[in-house]
């Protein structure tokens, strides 16, 4: 799974570095919902979250996005 998780935000990343935004938000969005059974998916989770929001701020939804990144906050370790 975490190979997987990887992946996906891999492809994401790349589509939102070509503007692809709705490509990217669908790749991110899959991270973002995945159940994250250990630490390292759970860091890939949030990943994922950050990925949504930066689709989101490019959308100018700012507001949606500020709600991302503050779950985001809330659920990072410290060692995130």
Do not use: H, N, W
């Not at 790749?27 to 949030?46: I, M, N, R, W, Y």
């Not at 989101?56 to 700012?62: A, E, P």
């Amino acid at each position: 799974p975490e190979t997987k998780l990887a992946a996906q935000i891999g492809t994401g990343r790349v589509l939102l570095a070509k503007k692809d935004i709705t490509g990217a938000k669908k790749a991110f969005d899959a991270v973002a919902s995945s159940d994250a059974k250990t630490p390292a998916e759970t860091s890939q989770k949030l990943e994922g979250m950050l990925g949504q929001a930066e689709c989101l701020m490019d959308g100018k939804k700012y507001p949606e996005a500020a709600k991302i990144l503050e779950q985001v906050i809330d659920g990072s370790a410290p060692t995130d």
